[in-house]
């Protein structure tokens, strides 16, 4: 306990406010792609100067309730499959017991710069793969032409939903598929890993449920938000055991993220499918540089390269611009989709009462 409280950093009144746009621009993001948001907040409060394992165990206890105010707005609208949601969620709160006890032990071993260390390298990877795999998805569709439809599942998903096993087949009304109940034990077990390792785990739920099971765009993104508040419950519980959770941090960036959650949801009911794909893939990349450039400096911290001062001051404060980039993007896009969805609506309204 002592040791985890000596980590908790110093908040002045800029640090909250700095706190809650960037927890209004999480949960914005997160209303709308579906993700908790953490791979916004986490690297931003990393920035900050809080730890990595500190950033995650907060987030994940600020996530869970600002998942349920999403899911709930989500479900109002019919994007919510609260079955697939959960059956996955049973496997991923054992993938977050899991995450975390690999967290807690790194970061005995080796202190901040080991879990920061940790926690940048899985970001790094995790958002440039899936990233660039969901900006190519996303300019294939664009380029079809199919910006008004329901993408098709992919080919690995139509395989999935062919395979017969006696006892294990699930219908998911809202998502329209019909698969095994264990093609979503591996896929639940890594979004709950990946989860309490970085506080995010729609970088794995939202794509497996859209290109390997074969849900909608929008279903996996609103069904990731029902996982999210299972997943962000458990490791709140488990982090908090070991004293890990700053309260504080959990309840600013909630307080400013409940209000970007329900825009987020909003923003959806008037954007084409590809629009989320390009909104995820934007930030992920643009994260995975900011976390990237960070590599260096808890490298040198644990004395395993040199580096002068200013290039780890240097380092940092790149870091930091292209956090902000991303910030900006992601709100940018969101906000600028939700008002020419909202205009478009308008004038076709407008068009239908003047033509009566």
């Known amino acids: 306990m002592e040791y985890a409280s000596a980590q908790f950093i110093e908040l002045a009144s800029g640090s909250v406010a700095a706190l809650l746009l960037i927890g209004f621009v999480g949960g ?40 349920l105010v999403g899911a709930c707005r989500r479900a109002k609208y019919g994007h919510v499959d609260v079955k697939l949601g959960l059956v996955i969620a049973a496997s991923a709160a054992v993938g977050v017991w899991v ?13 901040e710069a080991g879990s920061n260390l940790y926690v940048s390298l899985a970001f790094v990877v995790v958002l440039t793969i899936v990233g660039g795999y969901v900006l190519l998805d996303a300019v294939k569709i664009y380029r079809s032409g199919r910006t008004h439809l329901e993408e098709k599942p992919s080919r690995l998903a139509r395989w999935v939903q062919s395979v017969e096993i006696p006892g294990t087949m699930m219908h998911f009304k809202t998502a329209g598929i019909r698969i095994s109940a264990l093609f979503t034990i ?17 970088f794995i739920g939202v794509p497996g449920m859209i290109y390997v099971l074969g849900a909608p765009a929008l279903i996996a993104s609103a069904t990731e938000l029902v996982i999210a508040f299972v997943m962000g419950l458990g490791g709140s519980i488990k982090y908090a055991l070991h004293g890990l959770v700053d309260i504080r941090l959990a309840l600013i960036l909630l307080a400013g993220s409940l209000f970007g959650v329900q825009l987020g949801a909003i923003g959806t009911t008037y954007v084409r499918p590809y629009v989320i794909r390009v909104v ?5 990349l643009i994260v ?12 040198a911290q644990l004395d395993m390269v040199d580096l002068s001062p200013g290039t780890m001051v240097g380092l940092r404060s790149a870091s930091f611009v292209f956090l902000v980039a991303a910030l900006g993007v992601g709100a940018f896009i969101i906000l600028g989709a939700m008002l020419r969805g909202h205009r478009a609506v308008v004038l076709k309204r407008q068009q239908t009462a003047a033509g009566e």
Not at 99 to 111: K, M, P, T, V
Not at 288 to 299: E, I
């Open 280 to 284: 995820m893939a934007a930030i992920m």
């Open 186 to 202: 591996p896929l639940g077990f890594a979004t709950g890993m990946l989860a309490a390792t970085i506080a995010v785990g729609g």
């Open 99 to 111: 995450g975390a006890d690999i967290q807690q032990r790194i970061n005995a071993s080796f202190g």
């Open 28 to 67: 914005l993001v997160s209303g709308f792609i579906g993700s908790g948001g953490a791979f916004v907040l986490t690297p931003a409060m990393m920035s900050m100067g809080v730890p990595g394992v500190i950033a995650v165990a907060s987030n994940m206890c600020h996530k869970f309730p600002k998942a």
């Open 288 to 299: 995975a540089v900011s976390r990237g450039l960070v590599v260096p400096v808890y490298l």
